[in-house]
Every structure is written in C-alpha cells, then in structure tokens.
C-alpha cells in the first residue's frame, strides 16, 4: 500500500499506512530494490517524499536499482522542487 501510494503521490493515504504501521514499512524495497521514497522521488511527489523522510530519514542514502539514490531519480526526471528538497536534506548525488 505504501510503494502504491508514493507513486501515485496520494500523501494522505502514505500517512495514514506510516502512522499506523511499523518504521519497517519505510524501509521495504520491491524485489528489484527500490523504496517507496525512489518511487516518490521519480514522480516528482515531493509531499510524499517528505512525509517518507519524516518517518524514517536515513533512507535517502539507500541506492536501488544501479546504484541510484532518490536524487539521482529525481533528477534524472527533471523533478526540481524534489530535488531541493533531497540535496536540503542531505542526499547523496
């Protein structure tokens, strides 16, 4: 429900799993790697990304797939306000 809810951009729905579930949630990857943060990050859902960082911060260090952060999704789609956001917070290029 996470994964889904950070790639449709539905921050409420990702709230509402975050609070009532384990950090754990957070923390899953697909069987390919990647995070529900990768995944808000690469549609450019930056309220999603914060709420995501909020729950469990340490996850914008997590490379997926290749080795890429979520900053390197999020600029790779152009996304500009995610990627403020990341490099604020301290995200790995």
Do not use: W
């Amino acid at each position: 429900a996470l994964h889904l809810a950070s790639y449709f951009g539905h921050v409420d729905v990702a709230r509402i799993v975050i609070e009532n579930g384990p950090v754990a949630l957070v923390r899953q990857t697909t069987p390919g790697g990647v995070t529900c943060l990768h995944l808000a990050s690469q549609n450019g859902h930056v309220e999603v990304v914060r709420v995501l960082y909020q729950a469990c911060s340490e996850m914008i260090f997590h490379e997926g797939p290749a080795g890429c952060s979520c900053l390197h999704v999020a600029s790779q789609n152009g996304h500009l306000e995610t990627v403020k956001f990341l490099a604020e917070a301290g995200g790995e290029a």
